[in-house]
């Protein structure tokens, strides 16, 4: 990739005159600076693709001149250049943004262009994900204003859905890219990966790692929630192994599942996501030679083993979820798959997946199934698998992402080292990517019922949720404060979504109400607000009431919209993110109130 904008900085003379060489026959644009000082005036000047420079320098080092140069260049891809880097440098460096680094004195040219190579593409990515992300959330503040301004929700959102639509499949596009073509051929075995994300940017993500000495490391990762936010949440996770990996001498380090996952774990707390972030992760190692894998979960469900017909076991491995605790264990399982056998890893939203009769796939059928796959290849035990979900879901959308990877062995135990031929196993990589988002069913009108069990005050809310509900809800909560005392139980079991002013009227309430039930949309959505944790949630359904109340709301303009003004004010104040997105409504609401 030519024409890079280039700034390399090194108080070394013949490294600049090196480097400078090397891109000049690159045909990309190169400045030098010998300093930290000269660098840091010359990026308030123009604007870099790529900036290179050393670590250790006299005055600003590399890493204090990275931390100011990404405050100046956000986009800028850094690698550092040291001969003596230290595992602190690399930690320090990573939680800065740094792309790689380069050991001096500098490798073969041909080396040294498949990093730079590689960072260019990398930063051409992370530019095209930023500007789609942006184009989204202009996109999503545009339809919050034409449902408050115009009192049409419906109408903008179909003139929108085009743009919007063809915004998510080039993201989607980009999303793609960052999982796996197929996996490796590995002698003696074979592999299937399936991945059918609900929405058309995804939590999930998996991929392979072959190791020096002939092992190859397997991981699936799950992010919870999904669409954008998860989707942008992969890209860090997954940049965060693989600068790990750039980082290290030898890959011994990813032989060790249950360090791999303490190190996640650590990483992703270093990150400082607010909210906080949970990941789920299986981590595996397997050795072709003798058929031994080691495994480590970290709030993942464990793989499960077919060693025969019906001869299925759960693997024990067990570990908390990614980016809840500093202080931590994560413990490595080995288990042994022999010729015939069959190993699957999936993520929580297969057996989770549900039907229109609200039944589960469920681990219990998904054992049942399993324990039949045997001596198959794993290409057929995955088509079968897909085949079965989908017969189950009888065309209901999975209301969550779903993936699993197959191992199967068809071969003794080899005396010589397998190896990898270097291809990919044809078909071996399956995504299914859904052609539109996930629409809100026909019924989706929404609806309040409410009444009472003794003094428990039961509110139960069904189909699609928007402002001119809202009323209703606040007076439902006035009668149950008059009638009895928090908490109140709000029952989300029929509830396919609400818009914005809604969960700003649920935030408000939050400390008085226990949410039942909410789907998967409702919780995605309360957690993109960054809401979800200030919520009291139990995953059962709410008591049913015994006496039925009538509710009723003559609220004028006037007050219809200070409760959509509060609603707004609240989520506002929730997180930096929602400011961005509300400060045009609400002013244009404050605006309103002041005509009126």
């Keep these: 990739m030519a024409d890079l904008r280039v700034l390399v900085v090194d108080d070394e003379d013949l490294i600049l005159q090196v480097m400078k060489a090397f891109f000049l026959r690159r045909q990309d644009l190169c400045d030098l600076a010998a300093n930290g000082l000269e660098a840091l005036r010359l990026a308030k000047d123009k604007s870099y693709d790529l900036i290179l420079s050393d670590i250790s320098m006299p005055g600003i080092n590399g890493l204090e001149l990275v931390r100011q140069i990404k405050d100046i260049q956000p986009k800028a891809v850094c690698i550092l250049m040291s001969g003596l880097g230290t595992r602190g440098d690399i930690i320090a460096a990573l939680k800065i943004g740094v792309f790689d680094f380069i050991d001096k004195p500098i490798p073969d040219l041909a080396a040294l262009t498949m990093v730079i190579d590689r960072a260019a ?19 999503n503040s545009k339809l919050e204003y034409s449902l408050l301004r115009l009192h049409e929700a419906f109408g903008q959102l179909q003139q929108q859905e085009e743009a919007l639509e063809s915004d998510l499949k080039k993201a989607q596009r980009v999303q793609r890219k960052f999982l796996p073509a197929g996996f490796p051929r ?41 669409g954008v936010s998860a989707a942008m949440i992969t890209v860090t996770f997954r940049e965060l192994m693989r600068a790990r990996r750039r980082s290290s001498s030898d890959d011994k380090f990813f032989a060790e599942p249950a360090e791999v996952l303490r190190y996640m774990n650590e ?41 025969g017909v019906n001869e299925v076991c759960g693997v024990r491995a067990g570990g908390t979820v990614l980016g809840t ?51 198959l290849t794993a290409r057929s035990v995955g088509e ?46 399956k995504i299914v990517m859904p052609e539109k988002l996930a629409e809100v069913s026909s019924n989706a009108r ?28 606040r007076e ?20 396919e979504g609400m818009d914005s002013t809604m969960l700003g009227l649920l935030l408000i309430q939050a400390n008085e109400v226990i949410l039942h039930a909410p789907g998967k949309r409702l919780t995605s959505q309360l957690q993109d607000m960054g809401v979800l944790h200030l919520f009291t949630i139990k995953n059962d359904p709410g008591p049913h009431p015994q006496v039925s109340i009538a509710i009723t709301s003559g609220e004028s303009q006037p007050a219809c919209t200070d409760l959509i003004l509060s609603a707004h004010e609240a989520l506002m104040e929730a997180s930096v993110n929602n400011r961005q997105k509300f400060t045009e409504v609400v002013e244009a609401l404050r605006h309103d109130k002041t005509d009126t």
């Design 121 to 139: 593409e990398s930063g051409q990515l992370v530019r095209e994900r930023d500007d789609l992300l942006d184009n989204l959330r202009q996109q």
């Design 186 to 226: 590995v002698a003696g075995y074979d592999f299937f990966g399936y991945y059918a994300p609900c929405d058309q940017l995804g939590g999930d993500f998996f991929g392979t790692m072959p190791l020096s000495d002939g092992r190859i490391a397997l991981y699936l990762v799950d992010v919870a929630g999904h």
């Design 267 to 307: 990483a992703l707390l270093e990150e400082n996501f607010d909210p906080p972030i949970f990941v789920s992760m299986v981590y595996a190692v397997i050795d072709p030679r003798s058929g031994e894998i080691s495994v480590s979960c970290a709030g993942h469900p464990a793989p499960i083993l077919v060693s």
């Design 325 to 375: 605790q500093t202080e931590t264990t994560y413990t490595t399982s080995k288990i042994t798959i022999n010729p015939g056998d069959t190993l699957l890893f999936y993520s929580d939203g297969l057996p989770d997946a549900r039907n229109s009769g609200e039944q589960e796939f469920s681990s219990v059928r998904l054992l049942q199934f399993m324990g039949t796959q045997h001596s």
């Design 384 to 429: 079968k698998l897909e085949k079965r979900l989908q017969s189950h879901l009888d065309g209901m959308p999975p209301s969550d992402d779903v993936t699993f990877l197959i191992v199967t062995r068809n071969t003794p135990a080899i005396d010589a080292e397998p190896t990898t031929t270097g291809s990919l196993i044809d078909n071996s990589v």
């Design 446 to 473: 929404g609806q309040i019922h409410a009444g009472f069990t003794d003094k428990t005050c039961i509110v139960q809310l069904s189909g699609l949720m928007t402002w001119q509900m809202a009323p209703a809800l």
């Design 476 to 495: 439902m909560v006035r009668q149950a404060r008059e009638r009895s005392n928090p908490p109140f139980h709000i029952d989300l079991t029929k509830c």
